[in-house]
């Protein structure tokens, strides 16, 4: 098994050794290096081609300081560097400034070995923006690869790879419209309360390649890993359905939140009944609640995705339906201002897609253009749970 079932910061030298007692073979998805590429321009030109013909096929890692003989991992020699941050800047570098488009979500891993060696892990992601070319010196070439290594692309190749990248946005867009048009006509997984209701949308960038390919499996009845966006109390545990796994609260009834995992990645999760006046007689939108939800929800919705293999980039998209008429719940700290009770004008408010490119960053601060969005459309120049820090501070 190559090391696309870890995530990029978990392996271990364990894993690395187990390449070598399983036999992994040289794959479109796994490349051994003995030594880190040089400072030549040769060397240079080598590393940035095996990097990017990762990028414009199916994605995947490239080891240093593994020795290997015709593919088959022979030994895991290590590297035996003066300085690990500095060879890991000037990588980082070098694939910032010399492959265009940069390649989003690439990560290098150092991986401690025993003694004073370590090994280098690269990951590339199937890249949503392809084709990358190779710039470095005015090069100018296009590469990817399959089971027996790189190959530059040709013209046909290169066309192709550009309709991909074209329609990837629009096929994202589709899908979220898609699922709305859902939502709204109460055509649910489970039946939800009332509106309003809102709905999150975490798509990779390999959501729609037919080439991916992922094992859903572990997270079969995993409450920890797939949890509704509720305030608390029980909930039933992830379940297959007919589009992957599904979570929810639903005891009888109705329920007020569901977290559904589809089979290619994408992850949808619904919260309902945010009207916050006891007599439903206002149209108050619960703004705090909401936002505690899903900043307590998102670093576990991305870290379930990791473990069934997807990687960054991810976009993320995020929608209110039912709330024409609605003013924002506010702390009473704030000043009142005739503004901040300007009600929202439209039922449904689809905030523009964000891409997420670290997703180890604070949730807080990965959300904020989000909630900047929802704030303003009431009117508010930008959310002010977050304090002249920038740190949410809605409780």
Excluded at 123 to 131: E, G, K, Q, V
Excluded at 361 to 381: C, G, I, M, Q, T
């Amino acid at each position: 098994m190559s090391l696309n079932h870890k995530s990029i910061g978990s392996i271990v030298q364990a894993d690395l050794l187990a390449l070598v007692t399983n036999a992994e073979t040289e794959s479109r998805v796994i490349e051994y290096k003995l030594t880190l590429p040089g400072t030549s321009d040769s060397e240079k030109k080598e590393f940035l081609a095996d990097v990017s013909s990762f990028a414009n096929a199916a994605g995947g890692d490239i080891v240093y300081g593994m020795e290997e003989l015709g593919g088959a991992p022979t030994r895991l020699v290590g590297l035996q560097l003066n300085n690990v941050d500095t060879e890991k800047l000037r990588l980082e570098d070098l694939m910032r400034s010399s492959i265009a488009p940069r390649i989003a979500g690439i990560s290098v891993e150092v991986v401690p070995l025993s003694g004073t060696e370590v090994a280098f892990v690269i990951r590339i992601p199937n890249s949503f923006a392809r084709p990358h070319m190779v710039t470095f010196k005015s090069s100018h070439r296009f590469y990817s690869r399959n089971s027996a290594g790189k190959y530059q692309l040709d013209v046909s190749e290169l066309r192709s790879a550009f309709l991909v990248s074209a329609t990837f946005a629009e096929r994202a867009r589709q899908f979220r419209i898609d699922r709305l048009a859902r939502l709204v006509a109460g055509e649910t997984p489970v039946k939800l309360h009332r509106p309003p209701t809102a709905i999150l949308h975490l798509v990779p960038a390999t959501a729609f390649d037919a080439a991916s390919s992922l094992d859903i499996s572990p997270l079969l009845g995993q409450g920890d890993r797939l949890p509704p966006m509720m305030a608390g109390g029980s909930y039933n545990r992830p379940r297959y359905n007919f589009d992957g796994l599904l979570a929810s609260d639903l005891s009888q009834g109705a329920a007020y939140s569901y977290s559904q995992l589809f089979r290619n990645g994408i992850i949808e999760a619904t919260l309902s009944d945010l009207n916050d006046d006891d007599e439903l007689e206002k149209k108050i939108l619960a703004t705090n609640w909401l936002e505690e939800r899903l900043i307590e929800a998102l670093p576990i919705y991305l870290r379930a995705q990791q473990d069934v293999g997807v990687q960054p980039p991810i976009f993320l998209m995020f929608t209110l339906f039912g709330v024409s008429g609605y003013v924002l719940r506010v702390k009473d700290g704030l000043r009142r201002r005739r503004f901040d009770q300007i009600p929202i004008d439209r039922d449904q408010l689809n905030v523009p897609e964000l891409m997420l490119e670290d997703v180890t960053k604070d949730s807080a601060e990965l959300l904020r253009p989000v909630f900047d969005a929802v704030w303003n459309a009431a009117a508010w120049p930008r959310c002010f749970n977050y304090d002249q820090d920038g740190k949410w501070s809605g409780r």
